[in-house]
């Protein structure tokens, strides 16, 4: 098993941007699919505490947006080098 010593909001980031995506773009398209706002996006990567530990659900929604694997952006998997 892999575990970044990465944060999981620093990972979202360092995604969210290799996206091309800002927090409001990602958070317009998971709103379209019932998830987080662009304000708890930011929450999550700024790690507040309302924020650190998101579900798995949320963790799905958020990997899916981003085109990677859910376990990539948990941690748990290496990223795949194109």
């Given at each position: 098993?892999?575990?970044?010593?990465e944060t999981f909001g620093?990972?979202?980031?360092?995604?969210?941007?290799?996206?091309?995506?800002?927090?409001?773009?990602?958070?317009?398209?998971?709103?379209?699919?019932?998830?987080?706002?662009a304000a708890y996006i930011?929450?999550?990567?700024?790690?507040?505490?309302?924020?650190?530990?998101?579900?798995?659900?949320?963790?799905?929604?958020?990997?899916?947006?981003?085109?990677?694997?859910?376990?990539?952006?948990?941690?748990?998997?290496?990223?795949?080098?194109?």
């Open positions: 098993m892999i575990r970044s010593a620093a990972r979202l980031r360092r995604l969210r941007q290799a996206a091309g995506l800002s927090q409001s773009e990602l958070g317009r398209r998971c709103r379209e699919d019932g998830g987080p706002s930011s929450h999550i990567e700024t790690g507040r505490p309302n924020a650190r530990n998101p579900s798995l659900e949320m963790i799905r929604l958020l990997a899916r947006q981003l085109n990677v694997d859910p376990a990539v952006l948990a941690g748990f998997a290496p990223e795949k080098k194109s």
